[in-house]
Protein backbone atom coordinates (compact mmCIF):
# COMPACT_ATOMS: atom_id res chain seq x y z
CA UNK A 1 0.00 0.00 0.00
CA UNK A 2 2.74 2.32 0.44
CA UNK A 3 2.82 2.59 -3.38
CA UNK A 4 -0.46 4.21 -2.91
CA UNK A 5 1.09 7.34 -0.94
CA UNK A 6 4.30 7.39 -3.46
CA UNK A 7 1.87 6.92 -7.18
CA UNK A 8 -1.52 8.26 -6.02
CA UNK A 9 -1.77 10.49 -3.22
CA UNK A 10 1.67 12.48 -3.12
CA UNK A 11 2.44 15.93 -2.53
CA UNK A 12 0.38 18.21 -4.22
CA UNK A 13 -2.89 16.06 -3.93
CA UNK A 14 -1.61 14.81 -1.01
CA UNK A 15 -1.67 18.30 0.56
CA UNK A 16 -4.55 19.27 -1.08
CA UNK A 17 -6.33 16.32 1.66
CA UNK A 18 -5.85 18.65 3.82
CA UNK A 19 -6.57 22.55 2.24
CA UNK A 20 -10.10 20.72 1.84
CA UNK A 21 -10.37 19.65 5.29
CA UNK A 22 -13.33 21.14 7.52
CA UNK A 23 -12.98 23.09 10.42
CA UNK A 24 -13.18 20.25 13.01
CA UNK A 25 -11.01 18.28 11.02
CA UNK A 26 -8.59 21.23 11.30
CA UNK A 27 -9.12 21.41 14.82
CA UNK A 28 -8.24 17.62 15.34
CA UNK A 29 -4.42 18.57 13.32
CA UNK A 30 -4.27 21.32 15.04
CA UNK A 31 -4.65 19.37 18.42
CA UNK A 32 -2.27 17.22 17.54
CA UNK A 33 0.45 18.77 16.90
CA UNK A 34 0.47 20.90 19.58
CA UNK A 35 0.15 17.43 21.68
CA UNK A 36 4.02 16.46 20.06
CA UNK A 37 5.43 20.10 20.17
CA UNK A 38 4.14 19.56 24.48
CA UNK A 39 6.60 16.04 24.10
CA UNK A 40 9.74 17.90 22.50
CA UNK A 41 12.40 19.48 24.28
CA UNK A 42 14.15 22.95 22.98
CA UNK A 43 17.06 21.42 21.07
CA UNK A 44 15.92 17.75 20.62
CA UNK A 45 17.00 15.34 17.88
CA UNK A 46 13.31 14.95 16.51
CA UNK A 47 12.53 12.15 13.90
CA UNK A 48 9.49 12.51 12.15
CA UNK A 49 8.07 9.11 9.92
CA UNK A 50 5.82 9.88 6.63
CA UNK A 51 6.15 13.70 6.70
CA UNK A 52 5.08 13.50 3.69
CA UNK A 53 4.68 17.43 2.23
CA UNK A 54 6.35 18.54 5.33
CA UNK A 55 2.90 19.49 6.68
CA UNK A 56 4.09 20.07 10.49
CA UNK A 57 7.96 20.29 9.69
CA UNK A 58 7.59 24.33 10.33
CA UNK A 59 6.37 23.67 14.08
CA UNK A 60 8.87 21.06 14.81
CA UNK A 61 12.34 22.75 13.52
CA UNK A 62 11.16 25.82 15.43
CA UNK A 63 11.50 23.79 18.49
CA UNK A 64 13.84 21.11 18.06
CA UNK A 65 17.34 21.09 17.64
CA UNK A 66 17.73 19.11 14.43
CA UNK A 67 14.65 17.28 12.58
CA UNK A 68 14.59 14.18 10.29
CA UNK A 69 11.89 13.72 7.65
CA UNK A 70 11.26 10.35 6.37
CA UNK A 71 8.67 9.26 3.35
CA UNK A 72 8.45 6.78 0.47
CA UNK A 73 7.17 9.45 -1.32
CA UNK A 74 9.98 11.29 -3.47
CA UNK A 75 7.49 13.56 -4.53
CA UNK A 76 5.94 14.65 -1.42
CA UNK A 77 9.80 15.39 -0.16
CA UNK A 78 10.79 17.79 -2.82
CA UNK A 79 7.57 19.85 -2.15
CA UNK A 80 8.30 19.60 1.66
CA UNK A 81 12.16 20.86 0.75
CA UNK A 82 9.93 23.64 -0.89
CA UNK A 83 7.91 24.87 1.78
CA UNK A 84 11.33 25.03 4.48
CA UNK A 85 13.92 27.20 2.36
CA UNK A 86 16.29 28.99 4.13
CA UNK A 87 15.89 26.25 7.24
CA UNK A 88 18.55 24.50 7.96
CA UNK A 89 17.86 22.36 10.81
CA UNK A 90 16.15 19.73 9.03
CA UNK A 91 17.62 16.81 7.19
CA UNK A 92 14.65 14.57 4.80
CA UNK A 93 14.99 10.90 3.70
CA UNK A 94 13.44 8.72 1.25
CA UNK A 95 13.11 5.68 3.02
CA UNK A 96 11.11 2.77 4.85
CA UNK A 97 9.60 3.31 8.21
CA UNK A 98 10.36 0.24 9.21
CA UNK A 99 14.03 -0.12 7.38
CA UNK A 100 15.61 3.34 9.12
CA UNK A 101 19.32 3.18 8.29
CA UNK A 102 20.03 4.93 11.49
CA UNK A 103 22.25 3.52 14.37
CA UNK A 104 20.45 2.43 17.99
CA UNK A 105 19.86 5.11 20.36
CA UNK A 106 20.12 8.52 17.84
CA UNK A 107 16.66 10.79 18.60
CA UNK A 108 15.19 12.08 21.43
CA UNK A 109 12.12 11.75 20.03
CA UNK A 110 10.67 9.48 17.34
CA UNK A 111 6.94 11.38 16.17
CA UNK A 112 4.42 9.31 13.98
CA UNK A 113 1.25 10.56 14.08
CA UNK A 114 -1.52 11.19 12.23
CA UNK A 115 -2.65 7.34 12.15
CA UNK A 116 0.84 6.59 10.81
CA UNK A 117 0.73 3.33 12.26
CA UNK A 118 -2.12 2.37 9.59
CA UNK A 119 -1.40 4.58 6.70
CA UNK A 120 1.98 2.66 6.43
CA UNK A 121 0.14 -0.30 5.19
CA UNK A 122 3.63 -2.40 7.42
CA UNK A 123 4.16 -4.36 9.80
CA UNK A 124 2.40 -2.80 12.86
CA UNK A 125 5.03 -3.95 15.31
CA UNK A 126 7.84 -4.09 13.39
CA UNK A 127 7.40 0.14 12.85
CA UNK A 128 7.18 -0.02 16.69
CA UNK A 129 10.16 -1.80 17.55
CA UNK A 130 12.28 0.12 14.77
CA UNK A 131 11.29 3.33 16.22
CA UNK A 132 12.12 2.16 19.61
CA UNK A 133 15.47 1.30 18.55
CA UNK A 134 16.62 4.34 17.01
CA UNK A 135 15.24 6.76 20.43
CA UNK A 136 17.67 7.59 23.01
CA UNK A 137 17.64 5.91 26.53
CA UNK A 138 15.24 8.57 28.52
CA UNK A 139 13.52 9.10 24.89
CA UNK A 140 10.44 9.17 23.70
CA UNK A 141 8.28 7.34 21.30
CA UNK A 142 4.99 8.78 19.94
CA UNK A 143 2.22 7.22 17.98
CA UNK A 144 -1.32 8.70 17.31
CA UNK A 145 -4.52 6.89 15.76
CA UNK A 146 -8.16 8.20 15.81
CA UNK A 147 -10.38 7.75 18.42
CA UNK A 148 -13.46 5.98 17.98
CA UNK A 149 -15.59 9.15 19.16
CA UNK A 150 -14.46 11.21 15.92
CA UNK A 151 -15.48 8.12 13.69
CA UNK A 152 -18.18 9.88 12.07
CA UNK A 153 -16.16 13.47 11.19
CA UNK A 154 -13.10 10.56 10.05
CA UNK A 155 -15.74 9.41 7.54
CA UNK A 156 -17.10 12.64 6.33
CA UNK A 157 -13.16 13.57 5.61
CA UNK A 158 -12.77 10.70 3.35
CA UNK A 159 -15.97 11.30 1.54
CA UNK A 160 -14.91 14.96 1.11
CA UNK A 161 -11.45 13.33 -0.62
CA UNK A 162 -13.35 10.94 -2.34
CA UNK A 163 -15.44 13.78 -4.09
CA UNK A 164 -12.38 15.65 -5.15
CA UNK A 165 -11.12 12.46 -6.97
CA UNK A 166 -8.21 12.23 -4.36
CA UNK A 167 -9.17 8.86 -2.59
CA UNK A 168 -11.28 6.05 -4.58
CA UNK A 169 -14.98 5.69 -4.09
CA UNK A 170 -15.68 4.58 -0.68
CA UNK A 171 -17.21 0.71 -0.19
CA UNK A 172 -19.59 1.79 2.41
CA UNK A 173 -20.63 -2.15 2.27
CA UNK A 174 -17.14 -2.79 3.70
CA UNK A 175 -16.67 0.23 5.88
CA UNK A 176 -17.21 0.53 9.30
CA UNK A 177 -16.22 -0.44 12.82
CA UNK A 178 -12.63 1.72 12.46
CA UNK A 179 -12.04 0.95 9.12
CA UNK A 180 -12.83 2.46 5.88
CA UNK A 181 -12.42 0.77 2.75
CA UNK A 182 -12.29 2.46 -0.80
CA UNK A 183 -12.68 0.55 -4.16
CA UNK A 184 -9.51 1.79 -5.63
CA UNK A 185 -8.03 -0.63 -3.25
CA UNK A 186 -7.29 2.22 -0.21
CA UNK A 187 -7.84 1.13 3.17
CA UNK A 188 -7.67 2.94 6.34
CA UNK A 189 -7.79 0.80 9.83
CA UNK A 190 -7.61 2.16 13.43
CA UNK A 191 -5.35 1.05 15.99
CA UNK A 192 -7.18 1.48 19.95
CA UNK A 193 -5.57 1.61 22.79
CA UNK A 194 -5.46 -2.14 23.65
CA UNK A 195 -3.44 -2.85 20.74
CA UNK A 196 -1.41 -0.43 21.43
CA UNK A 197 -0.89 -1.47 24.90
CA UNK A 198 -0.24 -4.91 23.54
CA UNK A 199 2.36 -4.02 21.33
CA UNK A 200 3.79 -2.17 24.47
CA UNK A 201 4.21 -5.38 26.76
CA UNK A 202 5.63 -7.76 24.04
CA UNK A 203 8.33 -5.14 24.06
CA UNK A 204 8.36 -4.69 28.15
CA UNK A 205 7.71 -0.80 27.99
CA UNK A 206 5.39 0.98 29.51
CA UNK A 207 3.02 3.06 27.40
CA UNK A 208 0.96 6.01 28.31
CA UNK A 209 -2.46 6.25 26.89
CA UNK A 210 -3.89 9.48 25.81
CA UNK A 211 -7.04 10.94 24.70
CA UNK A 212 -6.41 13.93 22.95
CA UNK A 213 -9.40 16.78 21.54
CA UNK A 214 -11.52 13.49 21.23
CA UNK A 215 -9.99 12.73 17.78
CA UNK A 216 -6.80 11.27 18.53
CA UNK A 217 -5.46 7.98 20.52
CA UNK A 218 -2.10 8.88 21.40
CA UNK A 219 0.56 6.25 22.77
CA UNK A 220 3.30 7.52 24.18
CA UNK A 221 6.86 5.20 24.92
CA UNK A 222 9.41 6.29 26.92
CA UNK A 223 12.64 4.33 26.10
CA UNK A 224 14.32 2.81 30.17
CA UNK A 225 17.78 4.75 31.09
CA UNK A 226 20.26 2.22 31.29
Request: net charge negative.
Amino acid sequence: MSSYYEDKLSAERLKRCYEIASPRIQQYLEAEVAYVLEKIRLGDIVLELGCGYGRILPALVKKAGTVIGIDVSLASLVLASQMLVNITNYRLLNVQAVQLSFHDGVFDCVICIQNGISAFHVDQMDLVQESVRVTKPGGKVLFSSYSDKFWEERLKWFQVQSNANLLGEIDYERTGNGVIVCKDGFTATTVRPHDFLAMSRELNLEAKIEEVDESSIFCVLVIPKK
